[in-house]
T-cell receptor, first 112, second 113 residues
Framework: NAGVTQTPKFQVLKTGQSMTLQCAQDMNHEYMSWYRQDPGMGLRLIHYSVGAGITDQGEVPNGYNVSRSTTEDFPLRLLSAAPSQTSVYFC???????????FGDGTRLSIL | AQKVTQAQTEISVVEKEDVTLDCVYETRDTTYYLFWYKQPPSGELVFLIRRNSFDEQNEISGRYSWNFQKSTSSFNFTITASQVVDSAVYFCALGANDYKLSFGAGTTVTVRA
């Protein structure tokens, strides 16, 4: 997880609250992605970005918003948290097509 | 649509045994990438290998080896002479471009001393 920083590491929310999960990388990577990990299901892609100002939906985008105003940052927003969004969230980045993704350490989010 | 199946949910072995993790994939893309990631108990995801669909050569890295067979859509991973530090969840993943990955459900490997 070289250079991909996720904050916070843990968070507990109440249903209906909003929250932004932060992801920052200092490697000047163009590609960034958000995944969620649920027991028995592996990781699923939420949103991704191929560069500043460009974002697109992944496999499970509902309930989440993203923006990419800078190359370094790719925040994930939960506008109205639901218990189904309880999960571990991973941010990843990569420089170009020839390099693998680097993952952050994850954010464990619980919604009551 | 892409799909990755890791049929083994859990594998338990005694130290020094070999362990093979199966990965079967489905894709309509002619060009794609396959990956293995390791997730130790501490929770981070560690990249192990990336293979593109045009490179069917098997690869060995220390005690790790990978067998890619396009004819059977499989990308299996073997740990030789397993050690307790190999205990982790291992994920196989697939992507047409490797920033949009589809992951398998993972295989939990427990190596007992």
């Amino acid at each position: 997880n070289a250079g991909v920083t996720q904050t916070p590491k843990f968070q507990v929310l109440k249903t209906g609250q909003s929250m932004t999960l932060q992801c920052a990388q200092d490697m000047n990577h163009e590609y960034m992605s958000w995944y969620r990990q649920d027991p028995g299901m592996g990781l699923r892609l939420i949103h991704y970005s191929v560069g500043a100002g460009i974002t697109d939906q992944g496999e499970v985008p509902n309930g989440y918003n993203v923006s990419r105003s800078t190359t370094e940052d790719f925040p994930l927003r939960l506008l109205s948290a639901a218990p189904s969004q309880t999960s571990v969230y991973f941010c990843a980045s990569k420089r170009d097509r020839d390099q693998p993704q680097h993952f952050g350490d994850g954010t464990r989010l619980s919604i009551l | 649509a892409q799909k990755v199946t890791q049929a083994q949910t859990e594998i338990s072995v005694v130290e020094k045994e070999d362990v093979t993790l199966d990965c079967v994939y489905e894709t309509r893309d002619t060009t794609y990438y396959l990956f293995w990631y390791k997730q130790p108990p501490s929770g981070e995801l560690v990249f192990l290998i990336r293979r593109n669909s045009f490179d069917e050569q098997n690869e060995i890295s220390g005690r790790y080896s990978w067998n890619f067979q396009k004819s059977t859509s499989s990308f299996n991973f073997t740990i030789t002479a397993s050690q307790v530090v190999d205990s982790a969840v291992y994920f196989c993943a697939l992507g047409a471009n490797d920033y949009k990955l589809s992951f398998g459900a993972g295989t939990t490997v427990t190596v007992r001393a």
